[in-house]
C-alpha cells in the first residue's frame, strides 16, 4: 500500500523544522516520509534521537551522501541557509519536486541575497524558477511549481496582511511602514548557541537584527510586487520573547482615507482555510495558533489619531505556518491534494 | 449524519480539562459534542471565549439548568470537586454514560474522601457503582460501566509504573515507597488564584500538599487492591514546577532480590499503545508528551547502593493522559470503539 | 538610634510595587519603614507573607484604620488607582509627604483622567499641587514638592528617551511617533486574575488595550508639555510577554534632518546616574536592568529608509525605575538625601 | 586608598559563576577585582560583554597568560572542571589564597574523583590540604585554610540539613536515604549545549545523572565523615527544572524514634545567619532566596506513615549560595572579615 504514497525526503531533519515536518507528516493519508538525513546523527533511529516520535518512525538518519533521495517524489530541505543551493539542483533535475525551508531562493535579487547572507549564491539559474510560496497568493504558481522558496516566518506573518492592504491600494504611499515583530525563541534554530540558551533568552526581551535583518529584504520584495515606491518606506525590528513557538506582529500602516484595514482582510481571507480575520476588538494570542497551520489577523484605528493611523495585529506558529506547516501546505498543493491535508490540527491551549 | 454520532455533552467546560475536551473531541469521528455548559459564559460562544476553537465548533455556553444534558449519550464532568456528586445521579438514572473528571467517585471509602475533600459526599449509593478508570487496568469493568471515576494526574502518573510492580509482587513490603511528583501550573486549574499567577509560579519551584496531598488517598487506594499491608509506607510529595502542561513521577521502591523493574515494566505494557516503556538509559521528558495520551516510563538500578533499590520514572501530560485524554480513552472503550480513536496527535516538540 | 532616621508608612504593601519597595528600603540607611497597612493581611507579619522579607522586617501588617500613618514622614500609596486621592489628603493636611504609586494624581486635565479611569476623582484640587515624578526631569520640583505623582511605567520607559528629543525639537512636526512597548507579566499586578495565569500568560505574547489604554493620555501629557501639536500623532500599544518583570520600547520617530538621537540622548543624560546611554550598536535586554533602577536606551537610523526615520530602544525594570524605585529616588531628592541611596543593587543576571 | 583593599582575581569571569562573583563584589568594601581572565573573551570590556556590570567596572578580560595574578590576595577559580588543578598550585606557592569553585579539589579520595570526572588529577599533593568550604560546617578551618574546595550545589543544599541530622546521629542506619533534587537550568553552566537552549529546557522537566551523578560521591564523602555505614544507603537523582536559578532538595529519611527534625535544624542553626530554618507547616521556595545566599530549611514528618519518616525540603540559589555566595563567605572567612560582608542583598521577589 504504501509504495501507492508519495514518496517524501527530508534533508537535514534533527533542527526544529526537520522535527516538525516529522510530526506533520505521521498521520499524512498520502505520503510516506522514507528518507530523512542528517550529518550528525547519521545511523540514529529517529525515534531514539526525537522521543515525541516513539511509534511513528522507524526510519534512521542516513548521511546526506548515503540517503537515496532518488527514490523520493518530494524532498524538503530543512538545512541551514547555502546547503539547498548546491544540493537540490541535482534533484531538480531528476524530476524531483523542492520545497526549501531555508532562504536560498526566496530573493530574485542576486546581489541582495549576497549581501544579506554573506555568501556566493551557487546556483543562480533556479532562483527565477523557485516560486515563493506564500500559499494563500500563489496557489497557481505553486500547483505548476517545482521548485518552492518557502517564505521566511516574519515574511509570512507580516506579509499576509500587508499583501490584502496592497492588493487593494490601500496603503496611504508617503508614510512610513513599521513592523514590530516579536518571535519565540525556536525560531533561532536548534543551534548551540549562547544567546538561544534558557538562562540568558528566558525572562528576557530584547530586539535584534536593528540595522538590518535578512527577513527585511524579502518583505520589501514582497511590497515591491504591487508598489515598489513604498518599499523604502518600510521598517522592521525583530524582537525576541520568551516563549518556546509563536510570533506576533504589530504593524503600523496609515491607509488612504475611507480605508477599513479590517474590511480589506476579511474580503481578502474569506476562502482561506488557514487566514482566520478575527473580530473588531479581538486580540490575537501566540497560543491560539500554537501547533497549527493558522494565522490570525485583526486590525484597529489608532485611539484619537487625526490621519487614519492602523495597527494590525497577526500571529503564527513560526515553526508551522512559519516553516513546517506552510511547507506541507506547499506540498499539497504541488500535488493536487486538498490544502488542509494534514494540517488539521487543533492550537494546544493552554 | 450527525444524529448517527454518539451526543456528548460537557459540563464546566471553560477549565483546562474541559477546553482540553473540545480539543480532542474536535476531530473525533463518532462522537458530536452537543452541549456543552458553564454558569459564568452562558449565552457566549465557544469559540470567542477560546479562540484556538475558531473554526471547529459553533457551540454556544448553556446555563446548566437550560442545557439538554438528557438527549446526550455521554456527559463528562470538568467540574470542581463537589458538582458531579450532586448532578450526575439525574443523569445517570435516565441512563446516560457519565465520565467524571474530578475526585468525586475516586475513593470507595467515604469517611476518608470526606476528610480529604472536605464537605458531605452527596450520592454515596454511586460511589460503589463507578469504576475508576485507569484505563490500561480496568478496560473490561470500563467497557462494562455506566459510571467513571476518572483518574487523578498523579493517581495516573504514579499508578501506571506502581501497579505493574504490585501486580508482580516484586516490592519489598518492609520498605518505603516514595513518589516524589512535579507538576505543571495547569494541574491547579484554570482558577484566579495569587499562588496560580505568572509572576509567582513563574520561575520558581516549590513543594506542596506535604502534611497530605488530595490524591494520597487515592494512591494508597490503588496500592491496596493489591497490597494492603504497604499502602501505609507510601509517602508521596507534589511540587509545583514552572510549566505549563506536563507531569514527572520519581518514585523510589526496594524491589525483591533479583528483581528488574524494567522487564517488569515490558511486561505489562507490551499491549497498550498509551504506555511506552523506554530502554535503559532513558530520561523521558514532560515534553515528550506534551498535547498526546502517552505515559512514558523506564527504571533505573539506584548507582552503588547495596539493596536492590530502583528509581522509576515516568512522564504524562496532566491535561491528556491525567486527564481529558484519559477520559476520551474511557469514552471509548465505554462506547466499544478502538481505544486511540482521536487520540493519536503526536506530542508538540519543541 | 531610628528615631533620627525618616519615618515612612506604605500603605498597600501587599502588592508587587508594595514588596518591591520593602525590598529596596531595607538597607536604606536613612530610613525606616514603620508602618505598612493591608486591608486583607491585617495582622499577619511580613517576613511570613513575604518569605523573601525574613530577617529584614518585624513588621506586621496592619489595617487601613490602626495603622498610625500620621507618625511617618513620607507615605507610599501602593494601592490600586482610586485609593490614594481619597486617603492621601488626610496625611497631606498633616504635612506628611505622599508619593503616590498609583495613577490617581497623574493626569492634570480632570475630564480625560475620568474617562480613562472610569471613576470620580475625590480630590481634584490636590491634583495641580502635585508633582510628576519623572525624577531626572523635575529634580528641582521634587524637591519642593509635598505629593508626588509617580509615574506608570510604560510613560517612564517611553518618555526618558521622547523627552530628551522634544526638549531639542528633534522631531519632525508631521510624522506619526510610534511606541511598540512590552511588559513583563508583573506590571499587572498582584491580583488574582484569569489572564495573569501562568497557564494563560506562559508560553503566549499578545497586544493588550489597543483600542486605548490608561497610559496614553499619560504619555500625551508628558509630551504636549513640549510640543501640544504633535501629542495626537502619538500611537501606543503595550503587549504583554512572558517575563516576570522587565520593559522594553521600541519607539519610532522621524527626526528633523541631520538630527542624531544617540548624541541627543548623550547629551541630556550624561549626568544622570540612572539613565545609561548605551553606544551605537547595543541591544538593550530588559535583564540587564532587573532589580535595578536603571533605565538603558539606545538609537539606530532605521535601515535603507528614505526620511530621517530612527528606531529607539529603551528597557527598564517596570517594578523598579517603572514604579518603586523611581518612587524611593523620589523620596530620597524630597528628602534632601543622595539621589542614588540605597538604589545601587546590580542588576541580577542572569 | 584602593591599594589598601584585598585585590582580587577570578580566573575565567565569563560563565555564570564568574558574573555573579562580579555582581557580589561590585560593593564589597574591603577588597577590589583587579584581574578578570577569559581565553576567549581577552580584551574585550567587562561591561561590554555583560551589560549588567556597566558602570561598576572598567575592567577588561585578560588572556590567563597575561594576567598578573601574582598581584593578586585572593585568586577566584570559576573554571571548568580540571583548569584550577593545573593553575592554582603555581599561585598557591606564592602564598596567593585560592577559592576554587569547581570541583578539582572537593573529592579526597583520588581514584573516585578520577572515575566520576573522567581524567588524571594533575595536583593530587594539594587534594588533602584543600578545605572543603560548607561555610557553616568548617569556619575554623576555612579561616586557617589556603585553598578552599567550594562545595557543588547540590552538596550545600542536600549537605546543610543532612549534616545537622547526622551530628546528631538521628539518622536509622538501615533506611535508604533519598534525595530528590531540582536545579534551575543555570546549573549546567553558561555553555553552548543543545539540552540547556531555551527550547529544550523551557516547558520541560527530566531526570538526569540518574546511572551515577558527580556528586553522588561528593555527598557521600560528606556522609561519610560522620556515619561511613550509611553512605551507600544514599540515593540521588537530579532534576532539571525550566527556571533559572534556583535549587529546591527533597530529602526522604527515616529517623530514630522520637527524633524531631526541625528541632534539630533550629539548634544546629540557631547562629547561622545564612541558613534560615522556617517552621512548621512553612513550603520554602526557590524564588524566596533568588539572588541571596540563604539556605532556607524545614521538614515535616511524613503523613500517616508507621516508620518515623521524614520529609525534608531545602532551597538555595545555586549561583550564591550554591556557587559565587558561599565562594564570598568563605572568602570573608579566610580575610577574617563579617560573614556577611557584601552579602546581605535582599532576594528579588517576584
Known amino acids: 500500500m504504501s509504495e501507492t504514497k508519495t514518496q517524501v525526503g527530508i534533508v537535514g531533519a534533527t533542527g526544529y523544522t526537520g522535527v516538525e ?3 506533520l507528516l505521521a498521520h499524512h493519508p498520502f505520503v510516506e516520509v522514507r528518507a530523512v538525513t542528517s ?3 547519521a545511523g540514529k533511529a529517529v525515534a531514539d534521537y526525537f522521543p515525541s516520535l516513539r511509534g511513528a518512525y522507524d526510519l ?3 548521511a546526506p551522501d548515503d540517503a537515496d533521495l532518488s527514490q523520493c517524489d518530494v524532498v524538503f530541505f530543512a538545512t541551514p541557509n547555502g546547503v539547498a543551493m548546491k544540493e537540490a539542483p541535482a534533484l531538480l533535475a531528476q524530476g524531483i519536486k523542492v520545497v526549501d525551508l531555508s532562504a536560498d531562493y526566496r530573493i530574485q535579487d542576486v546581489a541582495t541575497w549576497q549581501k544579506y547572507y554573506k555568501m556566493e549564491h551557487a546556483s543562480t539559474d533556479w532562483i527565477s524558477k523557485a516560486v515563493y510560496g506564500l500559499s494563500e497568493w500563489k496557489r497557481d504558481d505553486i500547483a505548476a511549481a517545482q ?7 516574519y515574511p509570512t506573518c507580516v506579509g499576509l496582511p500587508l499583501l490584502a492592504l496592497l492588493q487593494q491600494n490601500s496603503l496611504k504611499t508617503d508614510a512610513a511602514i513599521i513592523a514590530d515583530c516579536k518571535s519565540g525563541v525556536s525560531g533561532a534554530g ?3 548557541e549562547i544567546g538561544s540558551l534558557f538562562s540568558e533568552a528566558g525572562d528576557n526581551f530584547k530586539a535584534y537584527g ?3 535583518h535578512r527577513h527585511l529584504p524579502e518583505i ?9 515606491e513604498i518599499a523604502q518606506k518600510f521598517t522592521f525590528v525583530p524582537h525576541l520573547t520568551p516563549l518556546i513557538r509563536g510570533m506576533h506582529a504589530t504593524i503600523y500602516v496609515e491607509l488612504n482615507e475611507g480605508v477599513d484595514a479590517l474590511a480589506v482582510f476579511q474580503a481578502a481571507y474569506q476562502d482561506s482555510a488557514f487566514v482566520d480575520v478575527m473580530p473588531h476588538g479581538s486580540l490575537p494570542e501566540t497560543r491560539s495558533v500554537r501547533g497549527a497551520n493558522t494565522c490570525r489577523i485583526t486590525a484597529y484605528r489608532a485611539p484619537e489619531t487625526e490621519a487614519n493611523q492602523w495597527i494590525i495585529l497577526s500571529v503564527i506558529d513560526n515553526l508551522v505556518k512559519g516553516a513546517a506547516g506552510q511547507a506541507v501546505q506547499n506540498m499539497n498543493i504541488m500535488l493536487g491534494l486538498p490544502e488542509q491535508t494534514a494540517l488539521n490540527g487543533m492550537p494546544l491551549l493552554p
Chains 1, 2, 3, 4 share one sequence.
Not at 147 to 153: D, E, H, R, Y
Not at 220 to 228: D, E, H, K
Open 190 to 192: 536548534r543551534k548551540a
Open 147 to 153: 521548485l518552492i522558496a518557502n517564505p521566511g516566518c
Open 39 to 41: 550529518r550528525q546523527e
Open 21 to 23: 515536518l516529522l510530526r
Open 60 to 62: 534512521v538518519f542516513q
Open 210 to 212: 536593528v540595522a538590518g
Open 220 to 228: 520589501r520584495q514582497t511590497i515591491s510586487a504591487f508598489a515598489p
